[in-house]
């Protein structure tokens, strides 16, 4: 309650607000993203390969199971299916990292606009306490309380949100692991397009073979004129 009591005397009764209900989203984005990145190592390798149960892509086990359902079947909707899967990634991923970069540029805005209206309200309560003749300090006072706190304040922390949301985003723990999401994604759809193309060839040839069963043909060699009998 302290804290609260804090922001709206120091950030003003507009500008408080705003900065809590863009915390609590800004925060409500990075777990979200946390919590569908923290399967995905951040160094792929060998085991890292083998996607067949990577618990990262448990979004996607759906659309990956119609998938093979369409490359067994030879289907033309395996190209319009491979389209679909990537823009889940991207409604499941891409779209939080566009509203976290989003909400960092905005809120720099709202802090260079709370700077500008706690400014004009300092100036204007110092330029009115310096016309009546009211003691330096009072006055100082006075457009604290009425401007030039929630000036300073906004600025500092758009400067501070904006710049740990960036700090996050730009780390090893969301960047590089969206990067690794894709390379499993992609690495998820090459093996069911191979696996189920492995297994139609093979059927294929194997049906070649009992339809058409080979038969071995007679060789006939040409008998000479020389290997003729004469009788007398």
């Not at 950030?11 to 995905?40: A, C, E």
């Not at 003749?133 to 009425?146: D, E, K, T």
């Amino acid at each position: 309650m302290a804290f609260l009591q804090w922001i709206l005397k120091n950030f003003g009764l507009f500008f408080g607000p705003v900065f809590l209900v863009y915390f609590f989203l800004m925060i409500r984005r990075l777990i979200i993203l946390f919590d569908i990145l923290r399967h995905v190592p951040v160094r792929i390798g060998f085991s890292s390969l083998l996607t067949g149960s990577n618990e990262a892509l448990f979004f996607l086990d759906p659309l990956f199971a119609r998938l093979a359902t369409a490359a067994a079947g030879h289907g033309r909707s395996v190209d319009a299916l491979i389209d679909v899967i990537w823009t889940e990634v991207d409604c499941h991923v891409s779209v939080h990292f566009t509203a976290l970069h989003g909400y960092v540029n905005t809120l720099i805005l709202i802090g260079f606009a709370g700077t500008i209206f706690g400014s004009i309200g300092a100036f204007n309560e110092m330029f009115q306490g310096l016309a009546g003749g009211q003691a330096a300090s009072v006055v100082f006072a006075a457009s604290w309380n009425n401007g030039l706190a929630t000036a300073l304040y906004t600025s500092l922390g758009a400067a501070v949100m904006g710049g740990l949301t960036v700090t996050l985003l730009c780390s090893r723990c969301l960047t590089i692991r969206a990067k690794r999401l894709d390379i499993l994604v992609g690495l998820k759809i090459s093996e069911i397009i191979e696996e189920k193309k492995t297994c139609v060839d093979v059927a294929d040839k194997g049906s070649m073979y009992l339809q058409e069963p080979r038969i071995r043909e007679k060789i006939f060699l040409p008998i000479s004129s020389s290997s003729s009998w004469f009788f007398p």
